[in-house]
């Protein structure tokens, strides 16, 4: 045979191994919203960039007449290619093969590549689109995920790993983008979850749709298992492209720099975003955007734990962290899912050498017994630990409030900020003024002959002493008290000063954190 007639037969094997599993099946995929697998690689890398590996790959089921199926690549596809100019390894399972379900040359395939992400150092997206694992393969299935989950945990702060949930993901599946960095969902598409509505029925006697049980909107706004909430697979896509914009690729680079632009601010001005009333809420993302180049914020986990916020900006050009406390959510304070939504983007953060700029307006932790007996103590030391891991440049403005923990766990001096400022409008103290007059001035207060104006008397007595940032300046635990329009140019001084930090930890294999 000749290398026309080879070259031929080549052909013909590509266009087999790439049908898919199918018109039909291709075709009712669509039916439903959801491109084919090789459609969203395609979609969403840079064009033309996309290299396929292990077309040829054949699974190695042999029981319940397996032997006598041929699927096209194992259900999955595997390969290389560029991302908005980064290099990234990539696989999409295709759910017209056999439902894309994972059997063990299907995980084969997905470990390679796994595999060279953290040999290349470069970022790995994986599309999960699978029923679940394949039963007639048995403990080859099961053996495949452990193989997954354990170069998870290896590529953890290593690589940028993406998940994107783009159908079912059900079972031992889920596992695999809970271990990775970020997980993107698509409303009406996405379905995650360990046990299905059937099962659920069956155990315990409970009805509920797969949409309500572990759709995009449960994921993205109740059990905070996602990080990203689309309405199509296009502008999932989008997300994506603009999240890799902000990452480096890997843990020893530092992410893009970026042409420095100045923010729009007659749209964003942090004068008209504060009132002048310190009890009233503000959206302290508009305070993000009126210091932030562009005034470009990409906001992380949106919808969940919303009285903290989350995400990437620039400043200056460079790549920063953002975590502030939202005041028009339960007045910013931290709980239970807050620390931990927090401290994982801290943790991310660290690890892939983002600076990190804490904006800081909150009355201390929730109090009440469902955050205690759900473990805010545990779950609120989590922020705690993140931050004083941390060896990232961390620079902190107190906007506000900063009363009690809190104070101390939205990175003040004490867990190792470099910089500290403080607004003049900035309240630094133990409690509330109110709850605290009525501690230190009690028997004054009960003895009084009219109780109710002594009270007021003791508050106003004590927010003169303590409603400012300059008992705590006088201690240096604020560096500098600056005027609220200086807020950008001290966060550019502080960031650009900070570039070579260099810190010692203790030498240690890992530390315990509070999971």
Same mark, same amino acid.
């Given at each position: 045979?000749?290398?026309?007639?080879?070259?031929?037969?080549?052909?013909?094997?590509?266009?087999?191994?790439?049908?898919?599993?199918?018109?039909?099946?291709?075709?009712?995929?669509?039916?439903?919203?959801?491109?084919?697998?090789?459609?969203?690689?395609?979609?969403?890398?840079?064009?033309?960039?996309?290299?396929?590996?292990?077309?040829?790959?054949?699974?190695?089921?042999?029981?319940?007449?397996?032997?006598?199926?041929?699927?096209?690549?194992?259900?999955?596809?595997?390969?290389?290619?560029?991302?908005?100019?980064?290099?990234?390894?990539?696989?999409?399972?295709?759910?017209?093969?056999?439902?894309?379900?994972?059997?063990?040359?299907?995980?084969?395939?997905?470990?390679?590549?796994?595999?060279?992400?953290?040999?290349?150092?470069?970022?790995? /997206?994986?599309?999960? &689109?699978? %029923? $679940? +694992? =394949?039963?007639?393969?048995?403990?080859?299935?099961? *053996?495949?995920?452990?193989?997954?989950?354990?170069?998870?945990?290896?590529?953890?702060?290593?690589?940028?790993?993406?998940?994107?949930?783009?159908?079912?993901?059900?079972?031992?599946?889920?596992?695999?983008?809970?271990?990775?960095?970020?997980?993107?969902?698509?409303?009406?598409?996405?379905?995650?979850?360990?046990?299905?509505?059937?099962?659920?029925?069956?155990?315990?006697?409970?009805? /509920?749709?797969?949409? &309500?049980? %572990? $759709? +995009? =909107?449960?994921?993205?706004?109740?059990?905070?298992? *996602?990080?990203?909430?689309?309405?199509?697979?296009?502008?999932?896509?989008?997300?994506?492209?603009?999240?890799?914009?902000?990452?480096?690729?890997?843990?020893?680079?530092?992410?893009?720099?970026?042409?420095?632009?100045?923010?729009?601010?007659?749209?964003?001005?942090?004068?008209?975003?504060?009132?002048?009333?310190?009890?009233?809420?503000?959206?302290?993302?508009?305070?993000?955007?009126?210091?932030?180049?562009?005034?470009?914020?990409?906001?992380?986990?949106?919808?969940?734990?919303?009285?903290?916020?989350?995400?990437?900006?620039?400043?200056?050009?460079?790549?920063?962290?953002?975590?502030?406390?939202?005041?028009?959510?339960?007045?910013?304070?931290?709980?239970?899912?807050?620390?931990?939504?927090?401290?994982?983007?801290?943790?991310?953060?660290?690890?892939?050498?983002?600076?990190?700029?804490?904006?800081?307006?909150?009355?201390?932790?929730?109090?009440?017994?469902?955050?205690?007996?759900?473990?805010?103590?545990?779950?609120?030391?989590?922020?705690?630990?993140?931050?004083?891991?941390?060896?990232?440049?961390?620079?902190?403005?107190?906007?506000?409030?900063?009363?009690?923990?809190?104070?101390?766990?939205?990175?003040?001096?004490?867990?190792?900020?470099?910089?500290?400022?403080?607004?003049?409008?900035?309240?630094?103290?133990?409690?509330?003024?109110?709850?605290?007059?009525?501690?230190?001035?009690?028997?004054?207060?009960?003895?009084?002959?009219?109780?109710?104006?002594?009270?007021?008397?003791?508050?106003?007595?004590?927010?003169?002493?303590?409603?400012?940032?300059?008992?705590?300046?006088?201690?240096?635990?604020?560096?500098?008290?600056?005027?609220?329009?200086?807020?950008?140019?001290?966060?550019?001084?502080?960031?650009?000063?900070?570039?070579?930090?260099?810190?010692?930890?203790?030498?240690?294999?890992?530390?315990?954190?509070?999971?």
């Amino acid at each position: 045979m000749g290398l026309k007639s080879k070259s031929s037969d080549l052909r013909r094997r590509l266009r087999n191994a790439r049908s898919g599993g199918g018109e039909k099946a291709i075709e009712k995929q669509k039916a439903i919203g959801k491109m084919t697998a090789m459609e969203r690689i395609i979609s969403l890398l840079d064009p033309k960039s996309f290299h396929e590996y292990d077309l040829f790959v054949e699974h190695a089921g042999k029981d319940f007449d397996m032997d006598k199926k041929y699927l096209p690549g194992d259900g999955v596809v595997t390969g290389t290619g560029r991302l908005s100019g980064h290099p990234v390894c990539i696989y999409a399972q295709d759910f017209t093969v056999a439902g894309g379900s994972l059997g063990w040359m299907h995980a084969k395939k997905i470990t390679k590549i796994m595999d060279h992400a953290l040999k290349l150092k470069v970022p790995l /997206i994986g599309i999960n &689109d699978s %029923g $679940g +694992a =394949r039963i007639q393969e048995g403990v080859n299935s099961l *053996a495949g995920y452990g193989e997954i989950f354990f170069r998870n945990t290896l590529a953890s702060g290593v690589i940028p790993q993406i998940s994107v949930i783009l159908g079912p993901c059900a079972g031992g599946a889920v596992y695999s983008p809970a271990l990775t960095d970020f997980v993107f969902t698509v409303e009406k598409i996405t379905k995650m979850f360990i046990t299905g509505p059937e099962v659920i029925k069956t155990v315990l006697g409970e009805e /509920i749709s797969m949409e &309500d049980l %572990g $759709g +995009a =909107r449960v994921h993205c706004e109740t059990t905070g298992n *996602a990080h990203f909430y689309a309405e199509s697979e296009e502008e999932c896509f989008s997300q994506i492209k603009q999240l890799v914009s902000f990452i480096p690729w890997n843990n020893v680079k530092k992410a893009e720099k970026f042409p420095k632009k100045s923010p729009k601010t007659r749209q964003y001005k942090i004068d008209n975003v504060m009132p002048s009333d310190p009890k009233q809420p503000y959206d302290v993302r508009m305070l993000i955007k009126a210091v932030v180049d562009d005034s470009e914020f990409q906001e992380i986990q949106e919808l969940f734990a919303q009285n903290i916020v989350i995400g990437f900006a620039r400043i200056n050009g460079e790549t920063v962290g953002i975590v502030a406390n939202q005041p028009l959510i339960l007045a910013g304070v931290l709980d239970v899912d807050s620390s931990d939504k927090a401290a994982r983007f801290i943790r991310f953060c660290d690890s892939f050498n983002i600076p990190l700029v804490t904006l800081v307006d909150l009355p201390g932790y929730l109090p009440g017994v469902d955050q205690e007996h759900a473990g805010v103590i545990r779950h609120g030391a989590k922020i705690l630990y993140a931050y004083s891991e941390a060896t990232v440049p961390k620079i902190t403005v107190i906007t506000r409030k900063a009363y009690g923990g809190g104070y101390i766990a939205m990175c003040s001096h004490h867990l190792r900020a470099d910089f500290v400022f403080a607004w003049p409008t900035a309240e630094i103290a133990v409690m509330g003024p109110e709850g605290a007059a009525n501690i230190i001035f009690r028997k004054e207060i009960s003895t009084a002959e009219d109780p109710d104006d002594m009270r007021k008397k003791k508050v106003k007595e004590y927010k003169e002493k303590f409603a400012n940032p300059y008992v705590a300046a006088a201690y240096g635990y604020i560096d500098a008290v600056i005027e609220p329009e200086e807020t950008r140019k001290m966060l550019v001084h502080a960031l650009e000063i900070s570039k070579g930090k260099e810190i010692s930890m203790p030498s240690k294999k890992h530390g315990i954190p509070p999971f």
